[in-house]
């Protein structure tokens, strides 16, 4: 069974850092895309950014450029999502998901919540 768990979510003030994980357990992502979202309250969930595990490459949201990283780390299948220079409206719940064929994305974890006060 695949398991995707997400973790590192918090409070946080404007301006604030945090990095989410992902530890992505049970399987060989090799071929694999790895994508975090976030639901906002009253909003549909959008796409934030998102990494290739075999070559690393990445993608972000205009909302997001210069100030979210994505990264993974083959030798624990963890994938990390750093968040800085946060603001309000990045509250949400974020969510890890793995695709084989994006924007087509098979597994999803149960997302873990991020608060920005201003």
């Known amino acids: 069974q695949v398991q995707l768990v997400e973790s590192g979510g918090g409070l946080v003030q404007a301006g604030g850092s945090l990095r989410l994980s992902c530890a992505a357990a049970?399987?060989?992502?090799?071929?694999?895309?790895m994508g975090w979202f976030r639901r906002a309250p009253g909003k549909e969930r959008e796409f934030v950014a998102s990494?290739?595990?075999?070559?690393?490459?990445?993608d972000y949201a205009d909302s997001v450029k210069g100030r979210f990283t994505v990264s993974r780390d083959s030798a624990d299948n963890t994938v990390y999502l750093q968040l800085n220079s946060l603001k309000p409206e990045d509250t949400a719940v974020y969510y890890c998901?793995?695709?084989?064929?994006?924007?087509?994305?098979?597994?999803w974890g149960q997302g873990t919540q991020v608060t920005v006060s201003s």
């Open positions: 998901a793995a695709g084989r064929f994006p924007p087509m994305y098979d597994y």
């Open positions: 049970r399987r060989t992502w090799n071929l694999w895309t």
């Open positions: 990494v290739t595990w075999n070559y690393g490459v990445t």
